[in-house]
């Protein structure tokens, strides 16, 4: 028993390493070939933790070789469109012009099903309301909406304020951030200052943000 729970924690950090050198990215945002490679290793990986009669080496071997291949193809991507379109596939126009393309929807296999869901999701509920739409090589819809439906913007209205980064977490759980207090330029000894003031202090703390102009929340622990 020690055996097999010693070989299932290797394994574990390994493939938590391995999906960490491919990339951040959720289930629904992986690349066919990326999808590809995750199902493999995820197979791979129950192998030497089923049967301890194979080698720990045998399921280290081709996850490292699939996790590095992944690696590669993402280099060589970089470098060659050929490779992406290889890879990847294409982005695929079905709404030009507010005109629906059946023929594009049919040689990708998206149904009208489909088209109806993705933009249901993102809140358009007439598909006369759509401009331009294309299939990303994710299998997401992206859609640009015909000028009288779009949101107002500020730019609309003509408002004018000065650009600024949203709040982040300086504290969180009791506990400092230093890459986000040295991104905002937040010392310390500004927090140890501003949290007196509050009459609380850092362990008290549940989650602290704060702006790039210093303003601040608290939400303190229950």
């Given at each position: 028993m020690s055996v097999v729970?010693?070989?299932a924690v290797?394994?574990?950090?390994?493939?938590?390493?391995?999906?960490?050198?491919?990339?951040?990215?959720?289930i629904g945002e992986l690349q066919p070939s990326e999808l590809a490679i995750t199902i493999l290793i995820s197979n791979i990986a129950?192998?030497?933790?089923?049967?301890?009669?194979?080698?720990?080496?045998?399921?280290?071997?081709?996850?490292?070789?699939?996790?590095?291949?992944?690696?590669?193809?993402?280099?060589?991507g970089m470098k060659s469109r050929l490779v992406r379109r290889f890879t990847c596939g294409k982005p695929v126009i079905i709404i030009n012009n507010g005109v629906l393309d059946q023929k594009s929807m049919r040689s990708i296999r998206f149904t009208i099903d489909d088209l109806s869901e993705s933009l249901r999701s993102q809140g358009i509920f007439d598909i006369s309301e759509v401009q331009f739409a294309v299939?990303?090589?994710?299998?997401k819809l992206s859609v640009y909406q015909k000028y009288k439906y779009r949101g107002v913007t500020n730019e609309?209205?003509?408002?004018k304020k000065k650009d600024s980064d949203p709040p982040d977490i300086v504290i969180s759980d009791g506990e400092l951030v230093p890459e986000v207090m040295e991104r905002l330029s937040v010392s310390s000894e500004w927090i140890?200052?501003?949290?007196?003031?509050?009459r609380t202090s850092v362990k008290n703390v549940f989650m602290m943000t704060v702006s790039p102009d210093k303003k601040y929340s608290i939400i303190l622990k229950n």
């Open positions: 729970f010693l070989r290797i394994l574990y950090i390994l493939l938590i390493f391995t999906v960490r050198l491919m990339g951040k990215r959720q129950t192998l030497p933790v089923e049967d301890t009669g194979l080698p720990l080496l045998t399921g280290i071997v081709p996850i490292v070789t699939l996790a590095s291949l992944d690696v590669i193809m993402s280099w060589l299939v990303e090589t994710t299998g609309d209205m003509e408002l140890d200052n501003t949290l007196r003031r509050e």
